[in-house]
């Protein structure tokens, strides 16, 4: 347990007590405390009341039973701890209300007290049923959520596995991570691909098991003047509104061909031969769609538009430089 959430935890136990609470019950009821010797107890104890005093948490000493004075026991007054009066209206109260809901989804409620509890207590009428239609979720095919949105905040390099759409497997790849972005229904990692050297998108639902935090906090920064939003919007998918046509070898690429809207059979081929198909797909996102292409490797060629094949052939003549 680090030293924030033991600092919440005791915050959290002499807030909620009705009565004064004695110093054995206290070690007894927070794990970090009762896994200590009485000497670290004492230290630990001693210090975290008095880092919670410097914050200006008023905790209160008082006889655990009022008709002793043998034993002395502590409490948190939560009248004298509240916050002073919050004016919200109906709209802020709406988007902290949304705030704490996707915290909680995302397993960060251990972390944090209830937004919408404190709102409650400072007289802020809140329907709760009103934050259903719009509430974002992180759901369980999202396991890695707090991976990479802690990451971003440390600024430390996430290594992951990938597989795209259509992708026969997955792919090993590193980022940093600049932020964790809701976009269409889906939650993606958006950041620096340190592979390719590019801005890059990441669905969280298509990483393959457990991704890790690799390196020392603080190892790059985020480009001034970055916008995540119009970044995501960018790079992301959108309607399927455009169409690319693909020369494929025939028998592969059967993910295209699933999406194709049409399919001529036995077209000649950039090599001259006619063992080739031309595929019409639609698509949404010039660069997603170009790495589908890239990852088929000599089984595919982009023949149009030009703005899929500039994209390719970029990528390519980069990989060749760096190969070379």
Not at 217 to 243: D, F, I, Q
Not at 246 to 268: K, N, Q, S
Not at 287 to 310: I, N, T
Request: proline residues 4%.
């Amino acid at each position: 347990m680090n030293k924030s959430e033991r600092l919440l935890n005791l915050l959290i136990l002499l807030l909620v007590q009705r009565h004064y609470i004695s110093k054995d019950r206290i070690r007894a009821t927070v794990d970090v405390y009762r896994d200590a010797t009485d000497e670290a107890f004492e230290r630990m104890f001693e210090r975290d009341k008095d880092e919670l005093r410097a914050l200006g948490v008023p905790i209160e000493l008082g006889n655990v039973d009022p008709l002793f004075d043998d034993e002395t026991g502590y409490r948190i007054r939560p009248d004298e701890f509240a916050l002073p009066g919050i004016e919200l209206s109906a709209d802020e109260a709406a988007v902290v209300g949304l705030a704490t809901r996707v915290w909680q989804h995302a397993g960060l409620a251990g972390h944090t007290s209830d937004a919408l509890a404190k709102l409650t207590a400072t007289g802020v009428e809140i329907d709760r049923s009103r934050l259903d239609i719009a509430a974002p979720v992180v759901t369980v095919d999202d396991p890695n959520f707090d991976v990479f949105w802690q990451a971003s905040l440390d600024k430390v390099v996430v290594t992951f596995d990938y597989q795209r759409s259509g992708a026969a497997g997955a792919t090993s790849r590193r980022l940093e991570p600049w932020g964790v972005v809701s976009f269409s229904g889906r939650w993606y990692a958006v950041g620096r691909d340190i592979d390719r050297r590019e801005e890059r998108l990441f669905r969280l639902s298509r990483v393959k098991g457990k991704a890790r935090r690799v390196g020392r906090a603080g190892a790059y920064e985020v480009p001034p003047g970055t916008n995540l939003r119009e970044l995501t919007k960018r790079l992301g998918p959108g309607p399927r509104s455009e169409n690319c046509t693909i020369l494929a070898r025939t028998g592969t690429c059967l993910g295209l061909c699933r999406y194709a809207t049409l399919i001529d059979e036995g077209v000649a081929g950039p090599d001259g031969t006619t063992g080739w198909d031309r595929l019409a797909v639609a698509y949404s996102s010039a660069y997603q769609f170009a790495d589908d292409v890239l990852a088929l490797g000599p089984s595919a060629y982009a023949e149009s538009p030009d703005e899929v094949r500039k994209i390719v052939v970029e990528r390519l003549t980069t990989a060749a430089g760096e190969s070379a």
